[in-house]
């Protein structure tokens, strides 16, 4: 008789909080959330971003903004463990004001998985000025195989800023925050944050 291989959930069924994260929830925040909404270890699919590309597309045209590898030889195992300082999954942009003027930016991201099959991979990002919703992104990669590098691009409709919010958040640097939910067949698996600065030094 056949053995069904068992989902990558079911080590940890004993260990789920009784609230479970649901895209919709996360859809509802008003703000910045204080504290990560799922443990590292929730990335039993063993997901790892290895390289992010930031572009602005206009009239046809495309100018590189921000790119970013992992070192291919760096080697470590991904963070899995609860204990690790939650700062591996906290990054800073430094932008500059001219990124508030362009209407689309595309990106490029570049992530590996791990042995399992990866159906509805859902990405949601909050982006936040203080405690003001700028925009909310919400994209969905129907599958993803097992065992391989993966490029996930995606184009944004940057949001209308009146004068006053541009400046505010221009002479506010590390205020505009966001925050990326990953989910896998709707359970959150990774949860990630941003800070950016837009100032001029």
């Known amino acids: 008789s056949s053995t069904a291989t068992p989902s990558p959930w079911s080590c940890l069924l004993g260990a789920m909080a009784a609230f479970e994260v649901t895209p919709d929830y996360v859809n509802s925040l008003v703000q910045p959330t204080e504290a990560f909404l799922c443990p590292?270890?929730?990335n039993v699919y063993k997901i790892d971003f290895v390289g992010f590309k930031i572009r602005a597309i206009e009239d046809g045209h495309e100018q590189?903004?921000?790119e970013i590898r992992k070192d291919?030889?760096?080697?470590?195992?991904?963070?899995?463990?609860?204990?690790?300082d939650d700062s591996v999954r906290c990054i800073r942009y430094e932008f500059g004001p001219g990124l508030?003027?362009?209407h689309t930016i595309g990106t490029s991201l570049e992530f590996?998985?791990?042995e399992y099959p990866v159906h509805n991979f859902r990405m949601i990002e909050r982006h936040y000025f203080r405690d003001h919703?700028?925009?909310?992104?919400?994209?969905?990669l129907p599958f993803v195989m097992p065992s391989t590098t993966n490029t996930w691009e995606v184009i944004?409709?940057?949001?209308?800023?009146?004068h006053e919010l541009k400046q505010a958040i221009i002479a506010s640097p590390w205020e505009t925050k966001s925050d990326s939910f990953y989910f896998v067949d709707g359970q959150l698996v990774m949860h990630n944050k941003a800070e950016y600065n837009y100032s001029d030094d």
């Not at 291919?72 to 690790?84: F, I, K, N, Y």
């Not at 944004?156 to 009146?162: G, V």
């Open 156 to 162: 944004y409709t940057m949001p209308e800023l009146d």
């Open 100 to 102: 508030l003027d362009f």
């Open 133 to 140: 919703l700028l925009k909310s992104f919400d994209f969905t």
């Open 64 to 66: 590189l903004l921000f």
């Open 112 to 114: 590996t998985i791990g």
């Open 40 to 42: 590292l270890s929730h």
């Open 72 to 84: 291919p030889d760096d080697v470590d195992e991904l963070p899995l463990d609860d204990a690790e």
